[in-house]
């Protein structure tokens, strides 16, 4: 069983475990960013976290029916995550700034969801996709994610299964600690994307 040391390494190893002053896409700044595309950008670093994930999924879920993540950075782990899994893959997309199932995926009432995020900090896309998943009438056993920035507080409607637990320290914009408020800040979040 992968363990968070064993998370942290792959990205240690893609050089994607950043140090600076990071403004997340919930809007929360943050001295450290887990840069997480560098790390699926490798299939075979990508495969063995999923691989992972899957079997934690199996572990604590039980059957699963199908994976359905939000778009954009849930794309690739909630696709590799299913091909472990050997069930379908889809994706939820921003419409007028809500979550739907589009481009004809269409989930069958009643199906055991779980839904897989890349990271999880505060839950709110989480949230979000999870409520689209219910409107298209699936039934989300789960959520999981390759790591959870909140230390298990994240709270998604239903549990979660992290393959990482820990605790990055996240500040709203007005309580910056001056360490962190010295440092010019990079905004790698996808939320604020035109879309």
Do not use: W
């Amino acid at each position: 069983m992968m363990t968070t040391d064993d998370v942290l390494d792959e990205f240690r190893g893609a050089g994607a475990l950043r140090e600076g002053h990071f403004v997340l896409s919930s809007g929360l700044h943050s001295p450290v960013f887990l840069q997480k595309n560098l790390v699926f950008m490798d299939a075979a670093r990508c495969e063995r976290l999923c691989k992972a994930l899957a079997q934690r999924i199996r572990a604590e879920a039980g059957r699963v029916d199908v994976v359905i993540s939000p778009a954009v950075g849930g794309i690739i782990p909630g696709y590799e995550t299913a091909r472990h899994l050997g069930v379908p893959s889809m994706y939820v997309e921003r419409e007028d700034g809500e979550f739907k199932l589009r481009r004809g995926f269409h989930v069958e009432r009643g199906a055991r969801v779980v839904m897989v995020e890349d990271i999880v900090t505060t839950g709110l896309s989480s949230r979000e996709c999870i409520e689209a998943i219910r409107k298209a009438g699936g039934h989300v056993v789960a959520a999981a994610c390759i790591v959870d920035r909140s230390g298990g507080k994240a709270d998604v409607g239903v549990p979660l299964i992290a393959l990482a637990s820990l605790v990055v320290p996240a500040y709203p914009a007005d309580a910056l600690p001056p360490e962190l408020a010295a440092i010019p800040t990079t905004d790698p979040g996808s939320r604020r994307l035109a879309g």
